[in-house]
């Protein structure tokens, strides 16, 4: 398995809703990113785990809560959003360490409204 | 890490070589270029990596000057599907983790 799995493929969530955002891989990878993309934008670093803990923190705002609970597994839980946070979240995971490049999964469509 | 200067387009005919050039003047010597694309809607896919010499694969080759201050990709028969977002990117690896930060990207249309 060469891949990494995000779900789901496409969210609208109000402004007082809670969800949350999962990705899956099972390459054996111990480093796992989310970034996120607004549109004709690079994507922008978020979170890094490394071995389940949490690496670096890209000054988020507390209404993106992250989340690994186990190697092959990491979540981001949505709260309170607002619709300037509306972009495509991308999940990535890599060897940490090792020369080869990130694999990253398809992202998952934000929508606030 | 060290910036990267790209293009921010360049259209290729199709079957002909694309060659996208990044330039990297800051870049040290434990850091390595690598390449990533971007297909409308999808999330990015690593090219290819190389830290002095040059690099090839079944995607594309990686051309690195003698002084390390930029770099081509070679795309060698550009099709339609070659038409992303192309980001040149240039970092070093740390031993538990390491972050790859995007810059603008060469956005290339490959041409009928």
């Known amino acids: 398995d060469t891949e990494v799995t995000q779900t789901p493929k496409h969210l609208v969530m109000g402004m007082t809703n809670k969800k949350s955002l999962k990705c899956e891989q099972h390459m054996g990878h111990r480093a796992m990113y989310w970034y996120k993309q607004k549109a004709k934008k690079p994507p922008e670093l978020m979170f890094v785990?490394?071995?389940?803990?949490?690496?670096i923190n890209e000054s988020v705002p507390s209404r993106f809560s992250p989340e690994c609970p186990n190697s092959s597994l990491l979540n981001l839980h949505l709260h309170a959003l607002q619709p300037e946070d509306s972009a495509l979240y991308l999940c990535?995971?890599?060897?940490?360490?090792?020369?080869?490049?990130?694999?990253f999964g398809s992202g998952t469509r934000l929508t606030v409204v | 890490d060290a910036k990267t200067t790209q293009p921010p387009s360049m259209d290729c005919a199709e079957g002909r070589a694309a060659n996208l050039p990044c330039n990297h003047s800051?870049?040290?010597?434990?850091?390595?270029v690598y390449w990533y694309r971007q297909i409308h809607s999808q999330g990015p896919q690593y090219i290819i990596h190389g830290l002095k010499n040059n690099e090839t694969n079944e995607m594309a080759s990686l051309i690195i000057t003698e002084d390390r201050k930029s770099s081509t990709l070679i795309l060698p028969h550009a099709t339609l599907r070659d038409t992303a977002v192309y980001y040149c990117i240039v970092r070093v690896a740390k031993t538990s983790y390491d972050k790859v930060i995007f810059g603008p990207g060469t956005s290339l249309s490959v041409i009928p």
């Open positions: 800051t870049i040290s010597g434990n850091e390595y």
């Open positions: 785990y490394s071995y389940e803990k949490l690496s």
């Open positions: 990535a995971s890599s060897h940490p360490g090792v020369l080869y490049g990130y694999t």
